[in-house]
């Protein structure tokens, strides 16, 4: 059973970043697929990015495209979130997500990740 714990969660102003941690323990990490996710006050939870295991493929949400980079460091057992460019409409709780499948590619569906951190909370103030 995985573990994940974020961190890096914070107040920012608007136009400035971020970097969120989220920590794997207590199982497999290298070999799972790892997404980032976001849910706002009223909202539903949503994608933000996706990267496969070995970091080969990405996937972002068009809102955070070109603004949000998604890394792992699988030695450290450990995924990353860097937020540049912070807008107001990132404000959020962030969830770290893993995949308890080996070696599939990126994955947009929350209901296809199984471990679930507790989240951070992002405000960004305009």
């Known amino acids: 059973q995985m573990q994940l714990a974020e961190s890096g969660g914070g107040l920012v102003q608007a136009g400035g970043s971020l970097r969120l941690s989220c920590a794997a323990s207590?199982?497999?990490?290298?070999?799972?697929?790892m997404g980032w996710f976001r849910q706002a006050p009223g909202k539903g939870r949503e994608l933000v990015a996706s990267m496969t295991w070995n970091g080969g493929s990405t996937l972002y949400a068009t809102s955070v495209k070109g603004r949000f980079t998604i890394s792992r460091d699988n030695a450290k057992n450990t995924v990353y979130l860097q937020m540049n460019s912070l807008k107001s409409e990132d404000t959020a709780v962030y969830y770290c997500a893993a995949d308890a499948s080996f070696f599939r590619g990126t994955l947009g569906d929350a209901k296809l990740y199984e471990f679930w951190g507790q989240g951070t909370l992002v405000t960004v103030s305009s």
């Open positions: 207590g199982a497999s990490f290298s070999r799972n697929t």
